[in-house]
Every structure is written in structure tokens, then in C-alpha cells.
Nanobody
Framework: QVQLVESGGGLVQAGESLRLSCAAS????????MGWYRQAPGKQRELVAS???????NYADSVKGRFTISRDNAKDMVYLEMNSLKPEDTALYYC???????????????WGQGTQVTVSS
């Protein structure tokens, strides 16, 4: 099993910054990809950013140039640096990991519980 715990959410004003962190633990052989998703009230969960083991990252168009994802492979952690936050960034942010657990024939998709980010105008 793989467990994910997010931290770093909060209430900020538009234009300010936040840094989210996510720690993975459990029976992890190798994490293939980690990412951040978000879900606003009444909307579907959407990908914000993802990063694979070599550091290559992918971003939603709405956050390009403002958010930066990074990971620490040694610590099994992923971070999301969010700058120039906008009210439309308000959502519950979830950490996601795709990891081999228990064997290299067992790829697990794990989710955290979510951390709330609220941006006031």
C-alpha cells in the first residue's frame, strides 16, 4: 500500500503564493509519477501538474508560468509552488502517485486526502 499526506494549503489573497507538499509512505519500490489535481465545488477534478521520475513536468494551461512542480526522489515527496494565485485557483488540491508497491507487477494509483487552497480577491 501507498499512503500520501498533503500539507501547505490555506487562505491567501490574490497575487500571493503558497507551497504544497506531499509525502509518500508505505511499501514503495519505485514511484513512477507524482502529481497534483484539484477540484473546485461543482466541478470535475482536473490535473494541475505532474512530474515523472526524470523530472519532466506537465502543467495545465491555466497554471503555466505561475505554478512549479518538483519532486525529491530520495524522500518520496512532491511539491507544488504556486505563485500569483487567483481566486479561480480556489479548490481542494489532491496529491497523486503512481508507484510500484509489493512487486514490479503491481502498479498502485494512490490519492491523498486533499488540502484546501482558498484565494480571496
Amino acid at each position: 500500500q501507498v499512503q500520501l499526506v498533503e500539507s501547505g494549503g490555506g487562505l491567501v489573497q490574490a497575487g500571493e503564493s503558497l507551497r504544497l507538499s506531499c509525502a509518500a509512505s508505505g511499501n514503495i519500490l519505485r514511484i513512477e509519477a507524482m502529481g497534483w489535481y484539484r477540484q473546485a465545488p461543482g466541478k470535475q477534478r482536473e490535473l494541475v501538474a505532474s512530474v515523472i521520475s526524470d523530472g519532466s513536468a506537465n502543467y495545465a494551461d491555466s497554471v503555466k508560468g505561475r505554478f512549479t512542480i518538483s519532486r525529491d526522489n530520495a524522500k518520496d515527496m512532491v511539491y507544488l509552488e504556486m505563485n500569483s494565485l487567483k481566486p479561480e485557483d480556489t479548490a481542494l488540491y489532491y496529491c497523486n502517485a503512481q508507484a510500484y508497491s509489493g512487486g514490479y507487477d503491481h502498479l498502485v494509483h494512490a490519492w491523498g486526502q486533499g488540502t484546501q487552497v482558498t484565494v480571496s480577491s
